[in-house]
C-alpha cells in the first residue's frame, strides 16, 4: 500500500496526548538529582547509577529521554561508554549549584492546588472560567500562594533586578514603595536594595507575608521593609506612594475588576509617581509570542474572570484610571513584559 505524500503526520496529537509523559520525566531527573550530578563530572550511567542511587538501565533511558528532548547531549567517544553533558540552559537552571537554579519551582508548578485547575477544563471553557470550587486560585487566604512564595523566588530573581531598576530609575533619594501582591517580596526587596533610601510596604495575605519577611531578613533590609496583610482589592493602600509595584497580578482579574483597582493605584501614589507593572502581555493576535500567550490557558484553568492582556488591552484601562502615559520594556530573557505607567 502507498502513503499519499500530503498525508498529515499525527506527531502534534501524539506529543500533546503525551505531554504529562516530559512532565515526569523532568520531574524525575529533578528528584534524583541527574542534571547536578551531570554538572559535577558523573557523565557515564555507571557514575550516575552511584551517584544518584539508581539503575543504569533506568538512567540510560532517562537521561536519552532528555537528550531527545534537548536537556542533554550525548556523545560516545571511541570504545568508551557513552558520556552525558548538560546544555547551558540546564546548567543555569536545572544543576542545583547554580543561583538560577530553578528545580524548586516544581513545587508550585506540579502542585494540586494549580493543577487540579485543569481536570476539567472542557466546564471551564464553558462556563468561561474556572470549574474549580468557590473562586479557584483567589479564594482568600488560598494555600497555593505560600507554595508559590517559597517555591517561585529563584525564577523571579533576575526579573526582579531588571524590574527596580526601571522603577529605581538610579535614583539615590527617599522613596515610598508598595508591592501589591508581593508573595515572595523579591520585587519590593530588589527596590530596597537599589535604594538604599527605599522604604518597602508589602501587601499580601497574611500567611504569604511571613515569606516575604524571611526573605527581607536574609537580603538586609528589614529595617525598611513592613508588611501590610490583607486583600488588595480591598484594604486601603495609603497614599503618598512614589511606586507601586504590580507584579503577577493583574492577569487574575476581569477588566472590570481592574478598572477599579488601576483606579485605586492612580489615587495612591504622589504627584510624579508611577506604577511598575510585570505582566505576560500577549501580542494583539493573542497567539504569540507562543509561551506568553498560553499564560490565558491557565487563568481560563484556575480564575473565574482573569487573562493575559495584550498591551492595547492595558494602555487602555491604565489611561482610564486616570494616568497620563505607559511604556511597554521587555525584560529578556524573561518571556514577561514591564510596563511603566506614569501617574
Same mark, same amino acid.
Given at each position: 500500500?502507498?502513503?499519499?505524500?500530503?498525508?498529515?503526520?499525527?506527531?502534534?496529537?501524539?506529543?500533546?496526548?503525551?505531554?504529562?509523559?516530559?512532565?515526569?520525566?523532568? #520531574?524525575?531527573?529533578?528528584?534524583?538529582?541527574?542534571?547536578?550530578?551531570?554538572?559535577?563530572?558523573?557523565?557515564?550511567?555507571?557514575? $550516575?547509577?552511584?551517584?544518584?542511587?539508581?539503575?543504569?538501565?533506568?538512567?540510560?533511558?532517562?537521561?536519552?529521554?532528555?537528550?531527545? &528532548?534537548?536537556?542533554?547531549? #550525548?556523545?560516545?567517544?571511541?570504545?568508551?561508554?557513552?558520556?552525558?553533558? $548538560?546544555?547551558?540552559?540546564?546548567?543555569?537552571?536545572?544543576?542545583?549549584?547554580?543561583?538560577?537554579?530553578?528545580?524548586?519551582?516544581?513545587?508550585?508548578?506540579?502542585?494540586? !492546588?494549580?493543577?487540579?485547575?485543569?481536570?476539567?477544563?472542557?466546564?471551564?471553557?464553558?462556563?468561561?472560567?474556572?470549574?474549580?470550587?468557590?473562586?479557584?486560585?483567589?479564594?482568600?487566604?488560598?494555600?497555593?500562594?505560600?507554595?508559590?512564595?517559597?517555591?517561585?523566588?529563584?525564577?523571579?530573581? !533576575?526579573?526582579?533586578?531588571?524590574?527596580?531598576?526601571?522603577?529605581?530609575?538610579?535614583?539615590?533619594?527617599?522613596?515610598?514603595?508598595?508591592?501589591?501582591?508581593?508573595?515572595?517580596?523579591?520585587?519590593?526587596?530588589?527596590?530596597?536594595?537599589? *535604594?538604599? &533610601?527605599?522604604?518597602?510596604?508589602?501587601?499580601?495575605?497574611? *500567611?504569604?507575608?511571613?515569606?516575604?519577611?524571611?526573605?527581607?531578613?536574609?537580603?538586609?533590609?528589614?529595617?525598611?521593609?513592613?508588611?501590610?496583610?490583607?486583600?488588595?482589592?480591598?484594604?486601603?493602600?495609603?497614599?503618598?506612594?512614589?511606586?507601586?509595584?504590580?507584579?503577577?497580578?493583574?492577569?487574575?482579574?476581569?477588566?472590570?475588576?481592574?478598572?477599579?483597582?488601576?483606579? #485605586?493605584?492612580?489615587?495612591?501614589?504622589?504627584?510624579?509617581?508611577?506604577?511598575?507593572? &510585570?505582566?505576560?502581555?500577549?501580542?494583539?493576535?493573542?497567539?504569540?509570542?507562543? $509561551?506568553?500567550?498560553?499564560?490565558?490557558?491557565?487563568?481560563?484553568?484556575?480564575?473565574?474572570?482573569?487573562?493575559?492582556?495584550?498591551?492595547?488591552?492595558?494602555?487602555? $484601562?491604565?489611561?482610564?484610571?486616570?494616568?497620563?502615559?505607559?511604556? &511597554?520594556?521587555?525584560?529578556?530573557?524573561?518571556?514577561?513584559?514591564?510596563?511603566?505607567?506614569?501617574?
Amino acid at each position: 500500500m502507498t502513503t499519499p505524500a500530503n498525508l498529515p503526520s499525527p506527531e502534534l496529537f501524539l506529543g500533546t496526548v503525551n505531554a504529562y509523559q516530559r512532565t515526569e520525566l523532568i #520531574k524525575a531527573a529533578v528528584e534524583l538529582e541527574v542534571f547536578t550530578a551531570i554538572g559535577a563530572g558523573a557523565q557515564t550511567t555507571a557514575d $550516575l547509577a552511584t551517584r544518584c542511587a539508581a539503575s543504569e538501565r533506568g538512567l540510560r533511558i532517562l537521561c536519552d529521554n532528555l537528550t531527545i &528532548l534537548g536537556f542533554l547531549s #550525548k556523545s560516545e567517544p571511541g570504545n568508551t561508554p557513552p558520556r552525558y553533558e $548538560l546544555t547551558l540552559a540546564s546548567a543555569v537552571f536545572l544543576d542545583q549549584r547554580s543561583p538560577a537554579y530553578l528545580g524548586g519551582a516544581l513545587g508550585f508548578m506540579l502542585s494540586p !492546588l494549580l493543577a487540579d485547575g485543569f481536570k476539567d477544563l472542557a466546564s471551564a471553557v464553558r462556563r468561561g472560567g474556572t470549574a474549580m470550587p468557590a473562586q479557584g486560585s483567589l479564594a482568600p487566604d488560598h494555600p497555593m500562594w505560600v507554595e508559590y512564595a517559597r517555591s517561585m523566588g529563584p525564577m523571579m530573581a !533576575l526579573p526582579a533586578h531588571a524590574l527596580a531598576t526601571l522603577a529605581v530609575g538610579g535614583a539615590a533619594r527617599p522613596m515610598k514603595v508598595l508591592d501589591v501582591a508581593a508573595g515572595h517580596g523579591l520585587f519590593g526587596i530588589a527596590v530596597a536594595q537599589q *535604594n538604599v &533610601l527605599a522604604d518597602v510596604v508589602a501587601l499580601d495575605w497574611p *500567611n504569604v507575608l511571613q515569606v516575604a519577611r524571611e526573605n527581607a531578613e536574609r537580603a538586609g533590609v528589614s529595617k525598611r521593609y513592613r508588611t501590610l496583610g490583607g486583600d488588595a482589592l480591598e484594604v486601603p493602600f495609603g497614599d503618598g506612594y512614589d511606586v507601586i509595584l504590580l507584579t503577577n497580578f493583574l492577569h487574575h482579574f476581569d477588566t472590570s475588576t481592574l478598572a477599579r483597582l488601576l483606579s #485605586k493605584v492612580h489615587a495612591a501614589l504622589a504627584p510624579g509617581g508611577k506604577a511598575v507593572t &510585570l505582566e505576560f502581555v500577549p501580542d494583539d493576535n493573542r497567539v504569540t509570542p507562543a $509561551l506568553t500567550a498560553q499564560f490565558s490557558l491557565i487563568m481560563l484553568a484556575t480564575t473565574p474572570g482573569g487573562d493575559a492582556y495584550t498591551y492595547s488591552e492595558l494602555d487602555h $484601562l491604565f489611561k482610564n484610571a486616570g494616568f497620563s502615559r505607559n511604556e &511597554l520594556y521587555p525584560l529578556p530573557p524573561s518571556p514577561q513584559q514591564a510596563i511603566i505607567s506614569q501617574r
